[in-house]
C-alpha cells in the first residue's frame, strides 16, 4: 500500500462543476503540499498546509491531521484547471513523499 | 525575481556514460531538493540540500550524488547511466527545507 493515495485517478468534469480531489495518508506528517503538473512538465506549488483549510482564488485545500486526510477542491471549474493534481507529504528526513497524481479534464 | 533554472533542459545519453545536471535556484533560496519523475514510478525525492550541506536523502542507489555551492546553485551527477535513468529530473528551491517549494522545468534525460 502506497504512503500517500489520491483519489480519483482521474476525473473528466464539465465546465463550471464542483471538483473534490482527495488525498489519504498513512504516516505521521509535518505539512502536505498540493501541486499541479500541466503537459509538458511544470510544476506549481499550489498549497502548502499542516492544519485547517487554505484559500486561493477558485482552489480551496482543506487537511485533517486526526484522519490523515486533505482534500483540493476548484469551485467553477474551467478548462484551463485541466492538468495534474499530485497531493505530497512532507515527514522530515525522509523528503516529500508524492501520490500518484490525478488526471482532471475539464471539457467546455 | 527570476524563477528556479534548471540546465540543460533535454539530454540524450548512453548507457554507462555520467550526466551532470544543474539547477539555480531563486535568489535568497538555500534549500534545494531534487526529484525523479517517471510514468511508471511518478515523482521520488533524491535528495535535499540546504547552505551546501546534503541533509536528506531519498532511496536511489550511489550512482545519484549530488552537491551544493556557495551561491545555492546546485548539481546532481548520475553515473554508469542504466536505461531506467531515463526520466524527468526536476529540481526545487525554498528558503527552508521543505517550505513552500518553487519548481525548475526540468530536464528531461533519454538514456539509449
Known amino acids: 500500500k502506497n504512503e500517500v493515495e489520491q483519489s480519483p485517478q482521474n476525473l473528466t468534469a464539465q465546465e463550471g462543476e464542483f471538483i473534490t480531489i482527495n488525498c489519504s495518508y498513512s504516516?505521521?506528517?509535518?505539512?502536505l503540499h498540493w501541486l499541479q503538473q500541466h503537459p509538458g512538465g511544470g510544476i506549481v506549488s499550489l498549497f502548502m498546509?499542516?492544519?485547517g483549510k487554505k484559500k486561493h482564488g477558485r482552489l480551496i485545500a482543506t487537511i485533517n491531521i486526526q484522519e490523515k486526510h486533505s482534500s483540493l477542491h476548484i469551485t467553477a471549474s474551467h478548462p484551463r484547471d485541466s492538468a495534474v493534481y499530485i497531493c505530497?507529504?512532507?515527514?522530515?528526513?525522509?523528503?516529500?513523499?508524492f501520490g500518484k497524481g490525478t488526471h482532471l479534464i475539464i471539457q467546455p | 525575481k527570476a524563477g528556479v533554472t534548471q540546465t540543460p533542459r533535454y539530454l540524450i545519453k548512453t548507457r554507462g556514460q555520467q550526466v551532470t545536471l544543474s539547477c539555480s535556484p531563486i535568489s535568497g533560496h538555500r534549500s534545494v531538493s531534487w526529484y525523479q519523475q517517471t510514468p511508471g514510478q511518478g515523482l521520488q525525492f533524491l535528495f535535499e540540500y540546504f547552505s551546501e550541506t546534503q541533509r536528506n536523502k531519498g532511496n536511489f542507489p550511489g550512482r545519484f550524488s549530488g552537491r551544493q555551492f556557495s551561491n545555492s546553485r546546485s548539481e546532481m551527477n548520475v553515473s554508469t547511466l542504466e536505461l531506467g535513468d531515463s526520466a524527468l529530473y526536476l529540481c526545487?528551491?525554498?528558503?527552508?527545507?521543505?517550505?513552500?517549494?518553487?519548481f525548475g522545468p526540468g530536464t528531461r534525460l533519454t538514456v539509449l
Open positions: 504516516v505521521g506528517i509535518s505539512a
Open positions: 498546509l499542516s492544519s
Open positions: 526545487a528551491s525554498s528558503g527552508q527545507s521543505y517550505n513552500e517549494q518553487f
Open positions: 505530497a507529504v512532507n515527514r522530515g528526513a525522509d523528503g516529500l513523499t
